[in-house]
């Protein structure tokens, strides 16, 4: 029976440098669930609405939505993630997740954000994808897509419905009186108490 290979650059190490190593890498674990928490990394995985909220600059968008027809029937997810298998659902709201923590950690967010290409491509998909029959057979618009839109043969669905489901203009100061279910600070108590004392 053959003795399993052992590998060089672990077994080259003394018991204390496994120990450090160990702690190292339980640190760097530790730390990165610990900042992933903060994110509220786990309210990204369902469909609930609040998790968009978990930044301050999407509460008019929530708040506009809460209180429009889409409020009742649909998610954000519904309209801003694709909806063709759960692999490319999550790789998108994976990558667009991302950019959006870039954005946010690099402070150039914009005060109104606009959905960049590949999002307005997946809204529209999702406009199309239920809204099939009113665009076929009642009102005959037949099944334009984004990127036809963009060729110049049709009009994107918000082109004239701009104030669905969003209300129109957002920005931080266009529903300054919204009761909007923002989350509970991650942040533990003591360390702001101690923030607070700066």
């Known amino acids: 029976m053959k ?7 672990i ?3 003394t018991y204390l440098q496994k120990v450090l190593l160990l702690v190292l890498c339980g640190a760097v674990v530790g730390a990165g669930a610990y900042f992933c928490y903060l994110l509220r990394v786990h309210t990204y995985m369902g469909d609930d609405s609040k ?6 600059i999407m509460t008019p968008y929530y708040s506009t939505w ?7 029937d649909a998610t954000c997810n519904d309209c801003h993630v694709p909806h063709q298998n759960v692999a490319k659902k999550y790789l998108f709201k994976g990558t667009d997740g991302m950019k959006h923590v870039f954005a946010f950690v ?15 491509q ?9 809204h099939t029959e009113l665009n076929t057979e009642l ?35 266009s529903t300054p009186n919204a009761v909007v279910p923002l989350p509970d600070s991650p942040v533990p108590e003591w360390l702001q108490q101690i923030m607070n004392k700066k």
């Not at 997946?122 to 239920?130: A, F, K, P, T």
């Not at 618009?141 to 129109?168: F, I, N, S």
């Open 51 to 56: 998790a968009c909220i978990n930044c301050h």
């Open 66 to 72: 809460m209180h429009s027809s889409h409020g009742r």
């Open 122 to 130: 997946v809204i529209m998909d999702n406009c199309i994808r239920c």
């Open 106 to 120: 690099t402070r150039s967010e914009r005060q109104v954000p606009e959905a960049q290409q590949a999002s307005s």
């Open 139 to 173: 009102v005959k618009t037949g099944k334009v897509d984004y990127m036809l839109t963009q060729a110049g043969e049709g009009k994107a669905c918000w082109d004239c419905h701009r104030t669905v489901p969003h209300g129109g203009k957002n920005s931080l100061a």
């Open 11 to 13: 077994s080259n190490l």
């Open 3 to 9: 003795k399993p290979k052992k590998i060089p650059l």
